[in-house]
């Protein structure tokens, strides 16, 4: 099986982030079975997010909170929403809210957000409370003028972006295309993201085509092992002095801690 943290830059490396993990039961339980390294990013709130996160955790999954942002067509965002409007106050407890309300978490990306990814004042919210735990950021990139990774960066979080889509057209065909194109930009840039959604044609397909990524000469990483590869090993957190006295980063940093210390 390809490993969750490939250990040569050499080779053409993936990784795939399943969203809005927590609605969908089935379809969830059967992306967590696959025996391959998936990041998945939950939806806070949501009926099964608590039961799935464990279960993802327990089969070594790396969970990722998938937080709504505004976006531009105006569309619900649901529970924990970050939208335009909101104070810095409003804006950072929901954020933290929703941090806390999921297990295990190691980095958030933006669900929607066409709109607030494009504001620079409400990013630099969202990181400056990022800051206070050990959490990556991925940018979902749903908008191409979005500024979160470079404010991320400015605040001196890990981050990185999106690549590819596999599923805005839920056919095998496209999904397949996709996949393709995926492939394509790894072997082109020596690593790629994708995210996915938890639809019944893109569980199937990766159940069919995770197990032939060998043949083509691709690894699978966790997000976090893809940061390690890109950045030459270095600690993700090596440049932060300390981890501010909140019970969420605390125990955050703790299990990382307890982990490391089991190896």
């Not at 950021?137 to 749903?142: C, G, K, L, Q």
């Not at 020596?190 to 085509?209: N, S």
């Amino acid at each position: 099986m390809p490993s969750a943290r490939a250990d040569s830059v050499s080779q053409p490396t993936i990784a795939i982030i399943i969203d809005d993990m927590g609605n969908h039961l089935k379809t969830g339980r059967q992306l967590i079975n696959l025996p391959y390294p998936l990041t998945l990013a939950f939806l806070p709130h949501r009926r099964n997010t608590q039961e799935l996160a464990r279960h993802a955790h327990n089969a070594n999954k790396e969970i990722m909170l998938h937080i709504p942002m505004a976006n531009t067509l105006g569309l619900d965002l649901g529970a924990g929403g970050l939208t335009i409007g909101m104070s810095k106050l409003d804006l950072t407890l929901t954020l933290r809210k929703a941090i806390r309300a999921i297990p295990y978490l190691q980095g958030i990306n933006n669900h929607m957000g066409s709109a607030l990814t494009q504001r620079r004042e409400e990013m630099k919210w969202v990181m400056e409370e990022l800051y206070n735990y050990p959490l990556y950021f991925v940018d979902s990139r749903t908008i191409a003028n979005s500024v979160a990774g470079s404010t991320a960066a400015e605040n001196n979080i890990p981050n990185l972006s999106r690549d590819v889509f596999l599923d805005h057209i839920q056919t095998r065909k496209d999904v397949h295309k996709q996949f393709s194109r995926l492939i394509k930009v790894a072997k082109e840039k020596g690593t790629a993201i994708a995210i996915g959604h938890p639809h019944q044609v893109t569980a199937d397909y990766l159940e069919w085509a995770l197990p032939r990524l060998d043949k083509e000469g691709i690894r699978i990483a966790t997000v976090s092992g893809l940061w390690d590869i890109r950045n030459a090993g270095q600690h993700m957190f090596g440049t932060r002095k300390s981890y501010p006295a909140n019970n969420v980063a605390s125990n955050l940093k703790k299990s990382k801690q307890k982990s490391a210390n089991k190896l």
